[in-house]
């Protein structure tokens, strides 16, 4: 079986990198945006950074700017509607992966009208149009949204998160400029930086890894593990780095997959509103003691990557503990917390757990699993 790429058609990276957008709009003969960003961004001025490169340019737009944090079959809807009325025929999404996943399904139903019920969106959906030109410009460095080919929705009435995967979602257009990152607070950083480690990690041990996606994801786990306590603490160097490492862990693991981490991780947000990168790291140690007997022997890559002190002299066994314990330090280091108390409760754990293995990630995970042990995962977590 052929292993398929999908990446951006082109992407910016740098300082200033967000000057292209014009051209980028102007060159592909596009005559009006739907600017999709949050109220946050609008507030404290950073979306104006894009649009005052759109009115020095004398492109047309319009705003939507209710993307909630974990944004909502709502939002699409809403999005949607604000599409239309606007008349756009493309889409810059400003902000983190919410605005970027609420861009992706607005613009698939805008030119796939036949999945205008969004939870038809669930999955691998047989959309036969590419959505509408997206510029994606992130605001914060871990979702990778901008290269990849995946959204998350949250089902409200559900109390669920519903993944959704379609090459025909991606950005055309990338544009990472760490300088849009720059106004993230501390425990905004942390948490995206440690979901990015996340996609590196379970995109280097899912079952879809292959060659070329395990360059992508060593390369970012070294690059993320150099520069994000450095980014925490709003250095030029670590934004730099953590603005061109999540993008690189994007371009691997929207490829291959994702695994139990994830799945887990997706309740969380959609149950309790916790912030997603939080979730992430709190559960990826337990995740990778869980597939070590199944993929413990990859760990040795992740810990040199990670620059562990004398990885290469240790047994499989050995280089494995201390590659967990480098992540543990990692996010202990940037303030995640270590484990879910205050956050999970034990009432919820079965509904949780069901929904973690109903969700699309959890194929790829290495190690196969069952509810069973996404409980037991859990539990192990207060």
Excluded at 35 to 44: A, E, I, Q, R
Excluded at 101 to 123: M, Q
Excluded at 290 to 302: E, H, L, Q, S
Excluded at 335 to 345: E, F, H, S
Aim: aromatic content about 4%.
């Amino acid at each position: 079986m052929a292993n398929r790429f999908v990446l951006n058609e082109r992407s910016y990276h740098g300082k200033g990198a967000i000057q292209e957008i014009a051209g980028e709009v102007t060159s592909r003969g596009l005559k009006k945006a739907l600017v999709c960003s949050d109220p946050d961004l609008l507030k404290f001025g950073v979306t104006k950074k894009v649009t005052d490169v759109l009115d020095a340019a004398g492109i047309a737009y319009e705003i939507y700017d209710q993307i909630k944090p974990n944004p909502t079959i709502q939002n699409v809807q809403e999005g949607v509607e604000a599409c239309k009325k606007a008349q756009a025929d493309c889409l810059i999404a400003i902000g983190g992966g919410s605005a970027m996943d609420t861009s992706k399904a607005i613009g698939i139903i805008a030119t796939n009208p036949e999945f205008a019920d969004v939870r038809s969106l669930e999955g691998v959906a047989p959309t036969k149009n590419p959505c509408l030109p997206i510029i994606a410009v992130p605001t914060t460095a871990g979702t990778a949204a901008e290269v990849t080919i995946n959204y998350v929705i949250t089902d409200v009435e559900k109390n669920r998160k519903f993944v959704c995967v379609d090459p025909h979602d991606i950005p055309v257009v990338a544009i990472v400029d760490p300088d849009m990152m720059a106004s993230m607070p501390k425990g905004l950083t942390a948490a995206t930086g440690m979901d990015a480690l996340t996609h590196a990690i379970e995109g280097y041990i899912t079952k879809g890894a292959w060659e070329l996606s395990d360059m992508f994801h060593l390369k970012a786990i070294e690059i993320i593990a150099k520069s994000l306590r450095g980014a925490v603490e709003n250095t030029p160097e670590g934004r730099e780095g953590m603005a061109l490492g999540q993008y690189i862990a994007g371009m691997g693991f929207s490829n291959v997959g994702l695994g139990v981490v994830h799945s887990m991780a997706h309740g969380l947000s959609a149950l309790y509103d916790t912030p997603h990168g939080v979730a992430c790291a709190i559960i990826l140690p337990t995740g990778l003691e869980f597939n070590k007997p199944v993929a413990g022997k990859r760990y040795r890559a992740i810990g040199k990557a990670m620059q562990v002190p004398g990885i290469d002299n240790m047994t499989d066994e050995e280089a494995a503990d201390a590659t967990i314990a480098a992540v543990k330090q990692l996010s202990a280091d940037v303030g995640i917390p270590a484990n879910l108390q205050g956050i999970l409760k034990e009432e919820d754990i079965a509904f949780l757990a069901k929904s973690a293995y109903a969700d699309a990630c959890c194929p790829g995970n290495p190690r196969d699993t069952s509810e069973e042990e996404i409980t037991e995962l859990y539990r192990s977590l207060l």
